[in-house]
Structure formats: structure tokens, C-alpha cells
């Protein structure tokens, strides 16, 4: 069997995408991402299901528009209890790989939100911190030896804050991933009536949640997760707050509601920026953008954040950018803008 050594010599530009909207990726978009993580999978029941295979019966034309496109299948859901066992690792493993091979994937990205915790509604348990590493050492055993003929992709997505480092092993479980994507949005939002930024670049000042896409890489770069497997986190919708206070533009004020997932971002354009009542701002400090109209807040990414984060990127050396999720921009603008941010020069980006 042939194994391909991994390299990042090429930064990533990955999209998740939900099954449904697999359909809406374009040649156009097909041959700017290099990576694709189709939503489609869950852990029910202790084991791996294919919730749906639409995505999965559009794969073989997405290459045949871009031939160096990697695809995935992403699979979330419930791993606390199958993973305390040995045998239910096993099980897991042996059935995403079995998956990986049947569909002709080229590879499988972990979604397990999140060890230890359960504020979600899953299973958790103090197990899991380790389980977590013993689980994708399965994985990888599994797919090394599956006589696919060529190396499977292992990632997994992960919550971007303290929390995970503290629930996980990251210094053990990066030796078995190809990558991690940092999920550096929605670092402010369900759990909070605090209005501010839940995608920001840099450390806000003022403000008592301090979470940001900088101080997130950095945290996981300590933890031992290797610069160049860290893809950095792009939310192309928002997180909306509403009944908040006038002042300060809307910014760190106390809201009637926590910040509930908000409109898309090609329906922001439509609607909200600087349209409808609504004033676009600018916090050059987080390098974030934000809506205020008087009483409602909105948090999210826009050209001018998305091409900051690549640029810091590319500077810092981390691994790539990624965003979720791809049905959300319509216009096809923040796809766009990654593009010509991440790879830099029209040269730059015929060598790839």
C-alpha cells in the first residue's frame, strides 16, 4: 500500500458544507477550496451513519472540476459513551474507515462537541480526555491499514477555547490528525447576553471575554498542535442579539437575548449593512465588523475580516483558513476573497 507523507507546503482552504447544500458548490468554487468537509455524518447510537448521501453522490463531479480537491465526510453526534470501551473505538474506527473506502472519500474529519463537556445535551465524561486521543489512534490504525491504496485525511474540529485544551490531550491527539480546524467563531454568542464579537481577529479591549482567532492558535500552538496543522476558523453568518441598549453603538451592552444564530452573510448585504436602518462599524482593535440600528447587535465576518485573517495566516505560517458554512454566501464574495488573500499573487496561485 502506498502511504502519501501529509504536507501543508500548500495552505488549506477548506469549506464545511451541510449535505444539503452540496449542490451550490460551483466549478468556481470547486477549484478555489482544496479542501471540502461535507456535514453529513453523525454518531448515533454508538456508531457512524451516513444521515444523508446526496453530498457524498456529487464528490466524483467536484473532482472532475478540480482534480486536487480533497473530500470528507464530517461526522458529529454523541462519542462519550461507545468511547469508553476499547471496543467501541474499534467499532467506530473500522466503520468510518469502511465509510472512507465504499464512497471513495479522501478522508474523515472528526466532529465531537466536546470531550468532557455537556452543556449541548450530549454524554460527556471526565473519560473523554483521554478517550479522545485513544479514539483517533483507532482511526488512524484503521485507515492505514485499509487497503485503500492511498493515505486518508484524519481532522477534526475543535472548540476554540481554554476549555478544550483542558479536555483534551491536544500534545498526543495532533500526532495522529493531519490538521485541526479551529472553530474560532461563536466564541461569544449562545452562551452570553453580552453583546460583542464572536469571530474576531485580536483580543478585544474592555471587554471580560477575551476569546480571538489569535489568542485561540496560540493557545492549541502551546498546548503542542504544530503551527502548520492549525487552520484558522471564518464565520460566513452571524450571531444577532436583540433589545440591547443604546450606547457605545450597541457594543458590550447587556441584551434581552443571548446571541442567537443571526442572518447570513449574503443576507446581511441584502438587508442589513448600512441598509434598513442599520450602520455598519468598525473595531480596528479586534479587526472585526459589526451592525448596530438602535437596539439590535450583529456580529460577524466580512471581506475586510476574512482577507485580515488570511493575511495573518499566511504571516504567522499556521495551517490555512477554513469557514462555515458554504451555503451561507450566496454572492460567493467571502469564498472569493479568501482565495486572493491566502495564495497572494496571480503567480502564486497558478502554481497551485
Same mark, same amino acid.
Not at 9 to 27: F, G, P, R, S, W
Not at 67 to 85: D, K, Q
Not at 100 to 125: Q, S
Not at 306 to 334: I, M, N, P
Given at each position: 500500500?502506498?502511504?502519501?507523507? &501529509?504536507?501543508?507546503? #500548500?495552505?488549506?482552504?477548506? $469549506?464545511?458544507?451541510?449535505?444539503?447544500?452540496?449542490?451550490?458548490?460551483?466549478?468556481?468554487?470547486?477549484?478555489? +477550496?482544496?479542501?471540502?468537509?461535507?456535514? =453529513?455524518?453523525?454518531?448515533?447510537?454508538?456508531?457512524? @451513519?451516513?444521515?444523508?448521501? #446526496?453530498?457524498?453522490?456529487?464528490?466524483?463531479?467536484?473532482?472532475?472540476?478540480?482534480?486536487?480537491?480533497?473530500?470528507?465526510?464530517?461526522?458529529?453526534?454523541?462519542?462519550?459513551?461507545?468511547?469508553?470501551?476499547?471496543?467501541?473505538?474499534?467499532?467506530?474506527?473500522?466503520?468510518?474507515?469502511?465509510?472512507?473506502?465504499?464512497?471513495? +472519500?479522501?478522508?474523515?474529519?472528526?466532529?465531537?462537541?466536546?470531550?468532557?463537556?455537556?452543556?449541548?445535551?450530549?454524554?460527556?465524561?471526565?473519560?473523554?480526555?483521554?478517550? /479522545?486521543?485513544?479514539?483517533?489512534?483507532?482511526?488512524?490504525?484503521?485507515?492505514?491499514?485499509?487497503?485503500?491504496?492511498?493515505?486518508?485525511? +484524519?481532522?477534526? $474540529?475543535?472548540? $476554540?477555547?481554554?476549555?478544550?485544551?483542558?479536555?483534551?490531550?491536544?500534545?498526543?491527539?495532533? *500526532?495522529?490528525?493531519?490538521?485541526?480546524?479551529?472553530?474560532?467563531?461563536?466564541?461569544?454568542? !449562545?452562551?452570553?447576553?453580552?453583546?460583542? @464579537?464572536?469571530?474576531?481577529?485580536?483580543?478585544?479591549?474592555?471587554?471580560?471575554?477575551?476569546?480571538?482567532?489569535?489568542?485561540?492558535?496560540?493557545?492549541?500552538?502551546?498546548?503542542?498542535?504544530?503551527?502548520? *496543522?492549525?487552520?484558522?476558523?471564518? $464565520?460566513?453568518?452571524?450571531?444577532?442579539?436583540?433589545?440591547? !441598549?443604546?450606547?457605545?453603538?450597541?457594543?458590550?451592552?447587556?441584551?434581552?437575548?443571548?446571541?442567537?444564530?443571526? !442572518? @447570513?452573510?449574503? #443576507?446581511?448585504?441584502? *438587508?442589513?449593512?448600512? *441598509?434598513?436602518?442599520?450602520?455598519? /462599524?468598525?473595531?480596528?482593535?479586534?479587526?472585526?465588523? /459589526?451592525?448596530?440600528?438602535?437596539?439590535? &447587535?450583529?456580529?460577524?465576518?466580512?471581506?475586510?475580516?476574512?482577507?485580515?485573517?488570511?493575511?495573518?495566516?499566511? =504571516?504567522?505560517?499556521?495551517?490555512?483558513?477554513?469557514?462555515?458554512? @458554504?451555503?451561507?454566501?450566496?454572492?460567493?464574495?467571502?469564498?472569493?476573497?479568501?482565495?486572493?488573500? +491566502? &495564495?497572494? =499573487?496571480?503567480?502564486?496561485?497558478?502554481?497551485?
Amino acid at each position: 500500500m502506498r502511504k502519501e507523507k &501529509f504536507s501543508v507546503k #500548500e495552505k488549506i482552504l477548506a $469549506a464545511y458544507c451541510l449535505d444539503k447544500n452540496v449542490k451550490e458548490v460551483t466549478k468556481d468554487d470547486a477549484c478555489k +477550496l482544496n479542501r471540502l468537509n461535507i456535514a =453529513s455524518g453523525s454518531i448515533k447510537d454508538g456508531m457512524p @451513519h451516513l444521515i444523508s448521501k #446526496e453530498g457524498v453522490g456529487r464528490i466524483d463531479k467536484l473532482r472532475r472540476w478540480n482534480p486536487t480537491l480533497r473530500c470528507s465526510i464530517c461526522f458529529g453526534g454523541e462519542y462519550s459513551t461507545p468511547c469508553r470501551t476499547e471496543d467501541g473505538r474499534e467499532r467506530i474506527a473500522q466503520t468510518l474507515t469502511d465509510i472512507a473506502v465504499r464512497y471513495r +472519500l479522501d478522508g474523515i474529519d472528526i466532529d465531537w462537541e466536546y470531550p468532557c463537556c455537556g452543556e449541548n445535551g450530549f454524554v460527556a465524561d471526565p473519560a473523554d480526555r483521554d478517550n /479522545y486521543t485513544l479514539l483517533l489512534a483507532s482511526i488512524r490504525q484503521a485507515m492505514d491499514i485499509s487497503g485503500s491504496g492511498r493515505r486518508l485525511l +484524519l481532522t477534526s $474540529a475543535v472548540g $476554540a477555547g481554554q476549555y478544550f485544551i483542558d479536555s483534551t490531550r491536544m500534545d498526543q491527539a495532533e *500526532k495522529y490528525l493531519d490538521c485541526i480546524y479551529l472553530m474560532t467563531y461563536d466564541m461569544r454568542g !449562545p452562551f452570553q447576553v453580552l453583546t460583542g @464579537h464572536h469571530t474576531n481577529l485580536f483580543q478585544p479591549i474592555g471587554d471580560i471575554f477575551t476569546d480571538s482567532v489569535a489568542s485561540s492558535a496560540q493557545m492549541f500552538k502551546k498546548a503542542g498542535v504544530p503551527r502548520e *496543522k492549525i487552520v484558522l476558523g471564518m $464565520a460566513f453568518y452571524s450571531r444577532i442579539w436583540k433589545n440591547v !441598549p443604546n450606547r457605545y453603538n450597541g457594543y458590550l451592552q447587556i441584551a434581552k437575548t443571548r446571541g442567537e444564530y443571526g !442572518p @447570513h452573510y449574503d #443576507e446581511l448585504c441584502k *438587508k442589513y449593512v448600512n *441598509k434598513n436602518g442599520y450602520i455598519r /462599524y468598525w473595531d480596528d482593535v479586534c479587526k472585526a465588523p /459589526y451592525l448596530f440600528n438602535g437596539s439590535t &447587535f450583529i456580529s460577524y465576518d466580512d471581506e475586510k475580516s476574512v482577507a485580515l485573517k488570511c493575511a495573518y495566516a499566511r =504571516s504567522k505560517d499556521y495551517g490555512g483558513v477554513f469557514y462555515w458554512e @458554504h451555503g451561507c454566501d450566496q454572492t460567493k464574495t467571502l469564498l472569493g476573497t479568501a482565495w486572493k488573500n +491566502l &495564495f497572494g =499573487s496571480e503567480e502564486r496561485r497558478k502554481v497551485r
